[in-house]
């Protein structure tokens, strides 16, 4: 039975040096919801991700994702996470075919499965004409439909998107929003964009953050927030 949060951080603090980016920062990301992280540029919102993923260790603080502590659990975690950093590394002599069949060896799943979900994904973004077409001769919307594709394959509980819509065209963004609006029916969705067409149309939680801590956690609907107290389990 999947926990009623999916993420839960605890008084986190982090500093690159002597530059302190996030302090005593607490959230919980309830499951199955698209929760937005806000901010500006600078807030943290690309490293409290990455702490998420394990890629970095807070200085102080308790980090919970899938009910597992980092770091110590991580390899308990970590094949049921799905990270896609704002800008993802691609394979520039690889086509997105080939991408997929990486991912599958790499994981350890059936590529006849991962193959027929990317089938789906490239079709529906516009991409199946490019599928054995090398990714250096893509530009950043297709490049970024390739990276988004290669997380959505393995249907991990928890996506961790930074950015994930950057350079798509409108109707590309407008396909992308369905599928993560269908794939948080089984996981969650955690996503940080500048994009307000994207937050409206995908976030039914957000939290913004500023200053290194949440400043506003709640409910989202585009025009109308319904408030909670900075800190509290928005589960309900």
């Known amino acids: 039975m999947a926990p009623a949060v999916a993420v839960e951080l605890k008084d986190v603090s982090m500093a690159y040096g002597e530059h302190t980016v996030l302090t005593g920062l607490s959230l919980s990301v309830p499951t199955r919801s698209r929760f937005a992280l806000l901010g500006p540029n600078g807030a943290g919102k690309s490293t409290l991700l990455r702490i998420l993923c394990n890629l970095l260790a807070p200085k102080r603080g308790q980090v919970l994702v899938l009910g597992c502590s980092l770091p110590a659990q991580f390899d308990q975690v970590k094949a049921k996470l799905g990270y896609l950093p704002d800008n993802p590394p691609l394979y520039e002599q690889f086509s997105p075919m080939e991408h997929f069949d990486l991912i ?49 394959v393995r249907r991990p509980p928890l996506l961790l998107l930074d950015e994930p819509l950057d350079g798509l065209d409108p109707e590309s963004t407008d396909v992308a929003i369905e599928l993560l609006r269908n794939y948080s029916r089984e996981g969650t969705v955690l996503f940080t964009s500048h994009n307000q067409y994207l937050v409206d149309a995908l976030a039914d939680h957000a939290g913004i953050l500023a200053n290194g801590r949440i400043q506003w956690v709640g409910l989202y609907r585009p025009g109308q927030m319904d408030t909670h107290p900075v800190g509290k389990d928005v589960t309900g």
Do not use: D
Not at 123 to 128: D, F, K, Q, R, V
């Open 104 to 152: 599958a060896t790499l994981w350890g799943l059936p590529q006849a499965i991962v193959r027929e979900r990317a089938e789906e994904y490239l079709h529906l973004l516009g991409l199946w004409h490019e599928r054995n077409t090398w990714v250096e001769r893509f530009s950043k919307g297709m490049r970024r439909k390739v990276a988004l594709i290669s997380v959505l």
